[in-house]
């Protein structure tokens, strides 16, 4: 059997894996990291990211701009199957997004979607993260994503028939879901069977959310999340990524750039999410979702694979 063949009879039979897992209370979390990282990075070659990704200890990674990122780096999937497989590494999931809140697009995402779960199936993945559209004016938000997670439901089941979990993604940058209310409104107004939750904590953090009180609530919704400390640090400077680009001082994503933080330096209280995750028996992928490296991606992830050996591993060992 091919190796992409066993990924998929893998992914298929998942589900009765992890419930016969949280039964026994085995662990089973792996760590993986964004791929997007690198986006502000000098162009970089696809198997010098694995690489990394690899030496630091990941077990996997969760692909941004599908399909875009396989044509801008020549992959094929037979091509990235071979690459992951030299490494013993693994697609985790890839994010997924568009105008959840507007009918006439509902289905153009959904033959997106219908695509993205073939790919994942493919590569024994079993969940996608979806992010939300575009913000809209405050007092509509509500009727946004009231039209958004009716559809979210419906993308649910569509995902079910490839055996995969879709989940959101909560984002601080323009999207529609931000603060708690928003997260706690779409966890309303989606079905707990059919639609599902991925949170990241450095958007929670800088929404305002109560990060632990929100993983607390809601850990029964949770498929995948991303770890990523946060601190808030507004850009007095200029901030110059390495690929040339600036963000000027004072604004959105500069600041938003100097408020991610390698896992430790920031405010989040990962241990504490991690004895949620223990008391849920949580199985699956966290993924290590850094959007700026100060010295560069490999000593970033490096750092947090660190903190994750030795103050999260022992709490859910």
């Known amino acids: 059997m091919k190796r992409r063949e066993l990924l998929a009879a893998m992914g298929a039979s998942l589900s009765a894996v992890r419930q016969c897992a949280e039964a026994a209370g085995v662990r089973n979390i792996r760590w993986c990291v964004s791929i997007g990282l690198w986006n502000d990075q000098p162009p970089t070659p696809f198997t010098e990211m694995l690489d990394v990704i690899r030496d630091t200890g990941f077990n996997?990674?969760?692909?941004?701009?599908?399909?875009?990122?396989?044509?801008?780096?020549?992959?094929?999937?037979?091509?990235?199957?071979?690459?992951?497989?030299?490494?013993?590494?693994?697609?985790?999931?890839?994010?997924?997004?568009?105008p959840a809140d507007d009918p006439s697009r509902h289905a153009a995402i959904e033959e997106a979607a219908h695509a993205a779960c073939r790919f994942l199936k493919n590569f024994g993945a079993t969940e996608l993260v979806v992010f939300s559209p575009r913000r809209t004016p405050k007092n509509l938000v509500r009727e946004h994503l009231r039209v958004a997670c009716e559809f979210?439901?419906?993308?649910?089941?569509?995902?079910?028939?490839?055996?995969?979990?879709?989940?959101?993604?909560?984002?601080?940058?323009?999207?529609?879901?931000?603060?708690?209310?928003?997260?706690e409104l779409m966890l309303q107004l989606t079905d707990p069977k059919r639609f599902h939750w991925a949170p990241d904590t450095v958007h929670l953090y800088?929404?305002?959310?109560?990060?632990?009180?929100?993983?607390?609530?809601?850990?029964?919704?949770?498929?995948?999340?991303?770890?990523?400390?946060?601190?808030?640090?507004?850009?007095?400077?200029?901030?110059?990524?390495?690929?040339?680009?600036?963000?000027?001082?004072?604004?959105?994503m500069a600041t938003f750039l100097l408020s991610n933080y390698d896992l430790g330096d920031g405010e989040i209280d990962f241990p504490a999410l991690m004895r949620i995750l223990k008391r849920r028996r949580y199985q699956g992928w966290i993924c290590v979702d850094h959007h700026y490296a100060r010295i560069s991606p490999r000593h970033s992830y490096a750092r947090c694979m660190k903190y994750i050996h030795e103050k999260l591993d022992p709490i859910y060992s």
Do not use: W
Not at 153 to 181: F, K, M, P, W
Not at 235 to 245: F, M
């Open 60 to 98: 996997g990674f969760r692909m941004t701009g599908f399909p875009g990122f396989l044509r801008q780096h020549g992959l094929t999937e037979s091509i990235l199957e071979r690459e992951l497989s030299r490494r013993d590494l693994h697609v985790a999931t890839l994010s997924f997004g568009g």
């Open 152 to 183: 979210y439901n419906r993308l649910g089941d569509l995902c079910a028939g490839y055996g995969i979990r879709a989940g959101l993604h909560n984002h601080t940058q323009g999207q529609l879901v931000e603060s708690q209310d928003e997260v």
């Open 206 to 252: 800088l929404g305002g959310c109560h990060v632990v009180e929100l993983f607390e609530k809601y850990n029964d919704r949770l498929i995948f999340m991303d770890f990523i400390d946060g601190k808030y640090t507004f850009a007095r400077q200029d901030v110059r990524l390495p690929n040339g680009v600036v963000h000027k001082a004072g604004s959105e």
